[in-house]
């Protein structure tokens, strides 16, 4: 079992930026790629960035290309979302999510088994 616990959401001017972190527990952290998606209202759940178990390679949006930087701490069991440059239109609830370690950078929802209760984002213009 993996629990994961997101922090560092809030509001911020647009331009502006916020690092988000997701807490894991469980043992198996380490041997799991991690993902962020986010949700604004109406909207579906849509992929972010990804980080394979090593972190040796990460995979973004294009959304997100640029201006946001997935890292992760395996000594501190924790994944970053480092994003600069928000915008109105990345305003959401952010999740972290940990899958399976072939699942490599996956920007499948369906790729990973565990997810956090999320935490808001707000860009305001």
């Known amino acids: 079992q993996v629990q994961l616990v997101e922090s560092g959401g809030g509001l911020v001017q647009a331009g502006g930026s916020l690092r988000l972190s997701c807490a894991a527990s469980?043992?198996?952290?380490?041997?799991?790629?991690m993902g962020w998606f986010r949700q604004a209202p109406g909207n579906e759940r849509e992929f972010v960035a990804a980080i394979t178990w090593s972190g040796s390679s990460t995979n973004d949006a294009d959304s997100a290309k640029g201006r946001f930087t997935i890292s992760r701490d395996k000594a501190k069991n924790t994944v970053y979302l480092q994003m600069n440059s928000l915008k109105p239109e990345d305003t959401a609830v952010y999740y972290c999510a940990a899958g399976r370690a072939d699942v490599a950078g996956s920007p499948l929802r369906g790729s990973y088994d565990y997810w956090g209760q999320g935490t808001q984002v707000t860009a305001s213009s």
């Open positions: 469980g043992r198996t952290f380490s041997s799991r790629a």
